[in-house]
């Protein structure tokens, strides 16, 4: 997606198989574009995405200034909890630990910072399924797990805050990555929890309230994901920053797919 | 709001005090109008909403076709869980219940009619935290608590379902009420599993995934409610009906107010 | 219930009706004494309890030493979670707050402190079927609450502990009071997070894991309880404590009552 | 452990080292046989537990009446709710699919089918914090998880029920199986939703409210399992059963084990 932050230079899609039915189509609150295959006939669906984007830097913060936006309206729906933060829910825990922070951007910073401390970076303990209040119990997950609860602590304390999935220069394993965002005095401002790999080399893909509204892929009918890679250089030029992505997909059978 | 289905023919807001900035701003996914009242000196705040509807009443199907959407792409976001809504837990139990229900139409009206048989009208069983999964556990609740369940069962089922926050016509006694709207072949129908007022006597106010998004007011501050009154009255002429609205709050205190 | 720190002096039992078929029966783990109640005819139940005991108290430490035991197999039981006490999913936090304190009879007296500094006393928040989780989210709630989430942590923390129910003097306004025990070398403290009432003046009426266990009443059939009042005195002889103890329930219909 | 219906003819605990203190304890609600194992120096441990057990078994009903009591007050503290079985939160599903079968023990019956009928057995879904209405809502668990739904269901319905481990002739892969037993009129029946296994080639270790009272080994320190194997046999007799039982555990560290 394109954002007052990245800029898509050039990209392509190559698809293995030529009856598939593509249109691109934008969804949700961010207007996030996603591009939507049909197929009719069962069988073996290979996807090949390139793509090179500029990516402002602002070095302002430690946070990347991702979008520079002055209407409060636009950030209010980010203040309600969703399926994966019930932030409702967590008023009181959330004051417990950061109440006496003075500040809001100083909050969001100091639940960045207690993530990372408190929070276990391990797979297998949460699912799919897992909320925030899972990973405030077991003090384990993976990004997404790290990304749900830093926006459930800055909901609780009225700062609105929202999930996005991005391509990330430097994570390893090369895979995709979840980091969330919070509103400021008019800006987004990038977080990461798992500070598993530096916040200016991360192209958003895809935004929404959680992870059920920033699904890398949406699969419908029988699709199976086979295999999936990702990979990301970065370019730097001064201080803009030039960042080549493939990403490669094999699927199976099934009717229809969304794409982030 | 206005809809393809509702026209407001006149409305007027009265506040009782002269210090407070008043501004129209629209929200979320359907982009629902909000109106933000801001107060810098605490006291006490009146409201007074009057305004006459008119409404298309369509009589195919059972429930009110309140809105034609040929793309798909608009129904998609309410596919997903939220909130109130964890459709991704409920597959099993969705299933077990209606899947032997053939037809997306007949399934969503399925779901309609259990809720009325088994789910049990009770103020006081549920708070503002509860959710699908706990009104499936007690078989109890209010007209939220209806809302929320039928809207997980259409969407553990692939229905796309939205909640509606609506003044109802006949409701008694007088009070806002919450219904639901499932997409089926382009169309959004109105349901209401708690049949406690006509469906072709509702006027929408606010809609999204489930309560967080269509809330009749959103207080910051300190703000505390201290009265509300609803009325509705309904004058049919033919196959058109005019419904007049009367709506009062009483506030005290706080700095910023959302009315939906 | 008699202990190795309660003797009754005296006791009476007075039923309203004399149609009523009594027994006594111990119940649980701890042999817990309850008196069963069966009538065959529908009506009006009145009941007054009164009794004397002789309180030891033990001056060491800041709890009463309720019961001395060497056998760690008694405690063991207790150090397994329960209905209310989910310390298999607590682990976590209780480490996070309470780990760093060495010695497990500083760390149960820093539970109780923690349960005082953190826990809001409230009416209302909570209900029969809350449970520490609950607690811990909420930050509020009521004696039952409280010794429900300071057994809980005492679990994690591999600390037996165990829920009972209790008269006490000098708790206002006069009711039933839950507290905790923990075991620790051989002997059970007695705890109370919320500092309501003097550990000294506690008589205790029935004690398990939880309050499944522990219930003043358990009513079968259609019983439905009209009025209780509770009433305690304190007589001090200089070492030693004598409290008197009202009790006085009403209640109508229903066909088996156990009372603890 | 011995009951009413199996009787230990011959049993030997071979302990791979010599440095172990070994005691004997009962433990819980029906005392069940605990072997504790401390070791002072870290390393391997194995056991090997033989033994020949005589069953009677019961051919009246379906299920095996594993014990036979008169008093209900035994049973009444399998009535209430325990860690992974919350019965006071299933009131209202159990009565919706029970409530028209008349009659106790066919009530029961009717629940151990409708969980083989419904639930599917399948590993990998449930976990050990996993309880009654997570199986409810996904359907599907291991033997673990059918006996907690089924158990709930029962003291929902104001049936006591208890949950058994047991060695399971016939059950194949040869593992430890868990099953549940309802107490009606008197007598304990034996239930196995899963049907994996016959009924009368059932040995009981240890019996409780839930897993959490019924474990097959628990341990303290860092002990770490490395193996386990079970095997056992059957020999009729006419109408008398002699059962041969086989069961090997490696254990590493750690410093006190508890094995039912």
């Known amino acids: ?16 198989r030529n009856d598939v039915v593509r ?22 669906l290979g996807l090949s995405y390139n793509a090179t984007l500029q990516l402002k830097v602002n070095t302002v913060g430690i ?7 002055n209407f409060n309206s ?7 909890p969703s399926r994966y933060v019930p932030s409702d829910r967590m008023r009181a825990v959330a004051n417990d630990l ?17 993530l990372f401390k408190n929070i276990y970076y391990q797979v297998g303990i949460s699912n799919e399924q897992s909320w925030a209040l899972d990973t405030l119990e077991t003090r384990s997950g993976v990004c997404r797990d790290f990304a749900h609860l830093g926006i459930a602590f800055c909901r609780a304390l009225s700062i609105p805050a929202r ?21 400021v005095d008019g800006i987004w401002y990038l977080m990461d929890g798992t500070r598993k790999a530096p916040l200016n080399g991360m192209v958003s893909i895809a935004r929404g309230r959680d992870a059920a509204d920033a699904a890398v892929a949406t699969l419908f009918g029988n699709v199976m994901g086979q295999s999936m890679m990702v990979q990301s250089e970065i370019a730097t030029d001064e201080d803009e920053i030039f960042m080549p992505i493939t990403r490669e997909m094999l699927m199976r059978d099934g009717n229809a797919l969304y794409l982030g």
Chains 1, 2, 3, 4 share one sequence.
């Open 98 to 114: 950061f109440a006496n922070v003075s500040g809001k951007f100083a909050q969001a910073l100091a639940i960045e910072d207690w």
């Open 23 to 44: 249109s691109d189509i934008k969804l949700g609150l961010d207007a996030v574009r996603y591009t939507k295959l049909e197929v009719n006939e069962r069988g073996e």
């Open 63 to 69: 946070g990347k200034i991702s979008e520079g936006e």
């Open 163 to 183: 999930y996005v999935t991005v391509y990330a220069y430097g994570l390893y394993p090369q895979d995709f990555h979840a980091v969330f965002e919070v509103f």
């Open 74 to 80: 636009a950030a209010l729906p980010y203040i309600f």
């Open 1 to 16: 997606m394109e954002t007052s932050c990245q800029r898509i230079l050039e990209e392509s899609l190559t698809i293995s």
